[in-house]
């Protein structure tokens, strides 16, 4: 399984964009890439996925650059409320999506 | 509509008893999930049912883990001889492979175990 790296924490501003990068450099051909959101209490909520390039959904956006060995998930605007632990993970259906959610990036938006 | 359901939510038991924790997952899910989540820690992965095919049991930690899945849906995590270590937050998940977004995991709110 391919194993992912992320910074432990960050701290952010009310308004600010935020991102965070995870390397992956063992990323597999049919892997692809997800973030979760975990706020504490309940388990993770699914953010936005993607294979390459750019995604961007109504949450988030997505950049993965070419050799595809690291991602980065950005939030623009952040509040209050996305004060939480962020996954990153890579996966594939081949493997059934089984995938190892580290540690994690604990962010802290302050007012 | 009805997301994944755990029970119970919380649970209290002995050192040394056995316990089961239940899972309900989104109905038409083929694949389920089982995770441990101890305090300030990531997700810990368990075991992976997906259809008809045998589990993928490599993450559970000792052979007084074990669990089922009753007809492709209800899955039943049992813990025997429950250690203090055991204590954490058991989470369930339930994706169909092959939709838009690949796996997207659905997680329930998880069962708190703490043994005594």
């Known amino acids: 399984l391919a194993k992912t790296t992320q910074p432990i924490s960050m701290d952010s501003y009310e308004g600010q964009e935020v991102n965070i990068t995870c390397s992956h450099n063992n990323i597999a051909t049919n892997d692809y890439i997800t973030w979760y959101q975990q706020f504490p209490s309940q388990g993770p909520r699914f953010i936005i996925q993607?294979?390459?390039t750019k995604v961007t959904n109504e949450v988030a956006s997505l950049f993965i650059p070419a050799d595809r060995k690291s991602s980065t998930l950005s939030l623009p605007r952040v509040s209050l409320s996305d004060t939480a632990v962020y996954y990153c993970?890579?996966?594939?259906?081949?493997?059934?999506?089984?995938?190892?959610f580290g540690a994690g990036t604990r962010l802290f938006v302050k007012a | 509509g009805a997301g994944v359901s755990q029970s119970p939510s919380n649970k209290v038991t002995e050192k040394g008893k056995d316990v089961e924790l239940r899972c309900d997952p989104i109905?038409?899910?083929?694949?389920l999930y089982w995770y441990r989540q101890s305090l300030g820690q990531g997700l810990e992965f368990l075991i992976y049912f997906q259809g008809n095919s045998a589990p993928d049991k490599s993450g559970l930690p000792s052979d007084r883990f074990s669990a089922e899945r009753t007809g492709g849906s209800v899955s039943t995590l049992t813990i025997q001889r429950t250690q203090q270590e055991d204590s954490a937050v058991y989470l369930c998940a339930s994706s169909l492979i092959g939709t838009r977004n690949r796996g997207e995991q659905y997680f329930g709110p998880g069962t708190r175990l703490t043994v005594t």
């Open positions: 109905s038409g899910h083929t694949a």
């Open positions: 993607g294979y390459k």
């Open positions: 993970l890579v996966g594939s259906d081949t493997g059934g999506f089984k995938t190892i």
